[in-house]
């Protein structure tokens, strides 16, 4: 288990090596830096001014000393400084990762207490009109973008209540901002609570055809018992996987939702630094969600082998 | 054959419809077909909306009744009615029409980035799985550092490098597939490699690269079908999700995401419809080729039959 665990910590240490040496280069492709584009706006353009900015931020030097003076900053927990607002890159995400975690959460919770439950009901009742509706509701789950369902939502909301549920200040309670994050959550977790949905209904079914359920059918215990205490248990192993590759992936969910919901979280933060060419922030932002993807599943796996015995590590 | 009502001790087995649902008066394709739809009518139901999609597409010139590019100033957010069948944008630009070429966009860059991502992605697989070695250690850490972002941020970071254009968008999207399918494929070509009939092929002498491009390659197209129908649904969605966010197809073409960015939520009070079609148009395709991609593995793939 120990080999096993050091094993996969280089491995992670490579990936994320390799994330960071594909995001720098990918970002120093793009035709135009950051200096381009405040030039451009600017109209006029001097040369010499142009390249005594570009200079400043260390635009000019080759690409390799640029690589190294980010990761050796990094090593030493400096981040750089935002080409925008010319704060500590730190300073400036800081604030926003609590804002996203706390709506993935949400989206978490919400996937969990309608996907679990749902699932089970739709493989118990397997090829009912019930599991039927289900199956087609968490179909459009995976089918619906989550922006367009977040417009939706708000549509809905100046219709009834003539206002619209998006970020407008700063939260004054934690109740209040439960509420203010409830309906973008859901308008994210819908997707997840989809697939939650389909993997707990096709691992429920994939259970209840083993021998010890039919043992325990025999042996007189009871239906609920049955699909509860026998079958739910061994089917969630699966489930416990998606859900916890689904925490990072929700991310994702979260860039587009945010931007509709005006939510200031790190998610819409990376689209708006990708806009102004801000690498600092850009680079970064992606290998914070690396690190948090890459570590999840590590986690994941480990949770994996520690609730289904059957499950070891090899040396 | 007794008849059940003569023989009240057995169980009603009515042979012919037995046997019809087993798929046995399959004789040819259009019955064959027909079995098909019978058993997944949900599958069916997706398969009539994808055709829908691929024709609209297909005729959009004959279909839509104004030009998608055509602006007038006077109807600007015009309201649905018999001029603007669906309504007008803010540059008076015919929604409807705009939806019908949208599907030109969304399938383009579905299929095509679909099928680079599958072509890449098979290579990748099959490389690993045959090879194996270190050919399969360099592929696998490849993949791995694919895998370390969600999908959106891989496609956003793809887009942006890249610079806005429609084949780039279709290069974009086209790599977060590469690694799902060349996991699928490896692990096909894992089995696949121990099989009989490569042993076979080897015993004849036939080179290594033949024999898994002619014996290795045509058994895994099954679950490369079904991984492309599901992939397809996502990459529309992808592309959508870009262009919602304005990195994905640049303005004049008509991408129902990018009808989104720019009806979104201030005219979610003033001008709903423009919200709710493009919206619309995503969910129902996206949806057309789940439930296909649904029943195609479970015609295609018996493991996975519930």
Redesign the interface.
């Known amino acids: 288990m120990v080999s096993y665990i050091i094993r996969r910590f280089l491995?992670m240490a490579?990936?994320?090596f390799?994330?960071s040496v594909?995001?720098f280069v990918?970002?120093r492709?793009?035709?135009g830096n950051i200096v381009d584009l405040l030039f451009d706006s600017a109209g006029f353009v001097n040369p010499a001014d142009k390249a005594l900015l570009e200079e400043e931020l260390g635009l000019d030097r080759p690409i390799i000393v640029q690589y190294f003076d980010w990761i050796t900053g990094l090593m030493q927990g400096d981040l750089g400084y935002s080409y925008v607002s010319e704060q500590p890159v730190w300073t400036e995400i800081a604030p926003r990762i609590p804002i996203t975690a706390k709506l993935a959460v949400l989206a978490l919770v919400f996937s969990i207490i309608f996907g679990v439950p749902l699932g089970v009901i739709s493989a118990v009742r397997?090829n009912t009109m019930t599991d039927?509706i289900l199956?087609?509701v968490s179909?459009?789950g995976?089918?619906?973008?989550s922006?367009?369902l977040g417009?939706?939502i708000?549509?809905l909301f100046?219709q009834w209540f003539g206002y619209?549920p998006?970020y407008d200040r700063a939260p004054e309670s934690f109740w209040i901002e439960l509420g203010m994050y409830m309906i973008p959550a859901a308008a994210v977790g819908f997707r997840s609570s989809a697939l939650v949905m389909r993997l707990t209904r096709?691992s429920m079914?994939?259970v209840m055809r083993q021998d010890y359920i039919r043992t325990a059918r025999s042996k007189g215990a009871s239906e609920r018992s049955v699909n509860y205490h026998h079958a739910l248990r061994n089917a969630l192993l699966p489930v416990v996987t998606i859900i916890g590759i689904e925490a990072?992936?929700?991310?994702?969910?979260l860039?587009?939702t945010e931007?509709?919901f005006?939510i200031p979280g790190v998610a819409r933060f990376?689209?708006e630094a990708?806009?102004w060419r801000d690498y600092p922030i850009?680079q970064n932002l992606?290998m914070l969600?690396?690190v948090v993807?890459?570590f999840t599943n590590f986690i994941v796996d480990l949770l994996y082998a520690a609730l289904d015995p059957r499950i070891k590590y090899s040396e | 054959m007794p008849r059940p009502e003569n023989n009240p001790g057995a169980m009603a087995i009515d042979h012919d419809v037995e046997l019809a649902r087993a798929g046995a008066n399959v004789t040819g394709w259009a019955s064959g077909l027909l079995f098909q739809v019978r058993r997944h009518p949900l599958g069916a139901f997706g398969a009539v909306i994808v055709v829908v999609f691929v024709l609209a597409a297909a005729f959009a010139p004959w279909i839509a009744p104004l030009d998608p590019l055509a602006t007038n100033p006077r109807a600007s957010l015009a309201p649905p009615g018999s001029e603007y069948f669906l309504g007008a944008d803010f540059m008076g630009r015919d929604m409807y029409s705009r939806i019908i070429y949208g599907a030109r966009i969304s399938l383009a860059v579905g299929l095509a980035s679909t099928f680079l991502g599958c072509l890449f992605g098979i290579a990748l697989g099959l490389m690993s799985g045959f090879l194996l070695g270190w050919v399969d250690l360099a592929i696998q850490r490849i993949i791995d550092i694919m895998q370390a972002l969600p999908l959106l941020v891989m496609a956003l970071v793809m887009a942006a490098s890249l610079g806005p254009s429609l084949e780039n968008t279709i290069i974009a999207i086209s790599i977060p597939v590469i690694p799902h399918v060349a996991r699928v494929i490896r692990s096909n070509t894992l089995a696949l490699r121990e099989m009989p009939f490569v042993e076979a092929a080897r015993a004849q002498g036939m080179s290594e690269v033949r024999i898994a491009v002619r014996h290795v390659m045509p058994n895994t197209i099954a679950p490369v079908i079904v991984l492309a129908t599901a992939q397809l649904g996502s990459a529309i969605l992808t592309e959508a999700s870009l262009s919602f966010l304005g990195l994905g197809v640049p303005e004049p073409h008509p991408s129902w995401g990018r009808m989104l960015s720019e009806s979104a939520a201030e005219y979610v009070r003033t001008a709903p419809w423009l919200v709710i079609f493009p919206g619309l148009a995503i969910s129902l395709a996206v949806f057309g080729t789940n439930l296909l991609g649904d029943a195609l593995r479970d015609i295609l793939d018996p493991r996975e039959r519930s």
């Open positions: 491995l490579l990936t994320l390799g994330m594909l995001i990918l970002l492709l793009v035709p397997q039927y199956r087609v179909l459009s995976l089918s619906l973008p922006f367009w417009l939706i708000l549509m100046v619209m998006i096709s079914l994939e990072a992936f929700l991310i994702g969910g860039i587009v931007t509709v005006n990376l689209v990708i806009r850009v992606v969600i690396a993807v890459v």
